[in-house]
Nanobody
Framework: QLVESGGGLVQAGGSLRLSCAAS????????IGWFRQAPGKEREGVLC?????????YDADSVKGRFTISGDHAKNTVYLQMNNLKPEDTAVYYC?????????????????WGQGTQVTVSS
């Protein structure tokens, strides 16, 4: 199970940190990624991390330099730090497990995800 939290309403330029708590498996088993979906738009991959080796991959160029991902093995939690948020970042954010394995090898896979958390950025 994956449970996201930390979403909310923030002004443009602000920051949020999303959390993804995993249960039933560990990060030794799967890499974890974040994707988002805005109303009326297709799902968009954001970035992912292999917590076991620290490998990361950015799926969305638009978040480079603003979003970072990290993991806490002890807490079995992955974090998405989002800085300098823009209105176009508004979406439901989902964390997802990558069943391809525990490391990131050039792309993100989003195979099993949680319920999501809403992020709204006002202009």
């Amino acid at each position: 199970q994956l449970v996201e939290s930390g979403g909310g309403l923030v002004q443009a330029g602000g920051s949020l940190r999303l959390s993804c708590a995993a249960s039933g498996f560990t990060f030794d088993d799967y890499a974890i990624g974040w994707f988002r979906q805005a109303p009326g738009k297709e799902r968009e991959g954001v970035l992912c991390i292999g917590v076991s080796d620290g490998s990361t991959y950015y799926d969305a160029d638009s978040v480079k330099g603003r979003f970072t991902i990290s993991g806490d093995h002890a807490k079995n939690t992955v974090y998405l730090q989002m800085n300098n948020l823009k209105p176009e970042d508004t979406a439901v954010y989902y964390c997802a497990a990558d069943f391809a394995g525990p490391t990131v090898a050039g792309r993100c896979h989003y195979d099993y995800w949680g319920q999501g958390t809403q992020v709204t950025v006002s202009s």
